[in-house]
């Protein structure tokens, strides 16, 4: 059985950095920057604790390749991507806890 995948978008307080990260559990991972389970990290360094987009995916081959994707993209182009998803650019950590598993 093949597992899916979602790629996701963190950002912090100010919305001034992004990270693009894939995963096969969009809760756990948000946890663990949340958390700063990893104190070396990117993320824990620029202390990107919000998620702002996320995609899901039925393979984690196709996040993989979506993440790639995006990563080459520039700024503006991201920002215009979550804008379209989350105008607001809220927090969307609270909404996918929600998820049933």
């Known amino acids: 059985m093949e597992r899916g995948g979602c790629i996701y978008i963190m950002t912090n307080y100010q919305r001034t950095t992004l990270y693009i990260g894939v995963?096969?559990?969009?809760?756990?991972?948000?946890?663990?920057?949340?958390?700063?389970?990893?104190?070396k990290s990117f993320t824990a360094k620029y202390n990107l604790t919000i998620c702002v987009y996320?995609?899901?995916y039925s393979?984690?081959?196709?996040?993989?390749d979506r993440?790639?994707?995006l990563k080459k993209w520039n700024r503006a182009k991201k920002d215009t991507l979550i804008d379209k998803f989350n105008k607001s650019w809220d927090?969307?950590?609270?909404?996918?806890?929600e998820w049933e598993d």
Do not use: F, G, M, W
């Open 23 to 39: 995963t096969s559990d969009l809760r756990s991972r948000i946890y663990e920057h949340r958390e700063k389970v990893y104190p």
């Open 54 to 56: 996320y995609e899901v």
């Open 59 to 64: 393979t984690i081959e196709e996040a993989i």
């Open 67 to 69: 993440e790639k994707q």
């Open 91 to 97: 927090d969307l950590t609270a909404i996918i806890n």
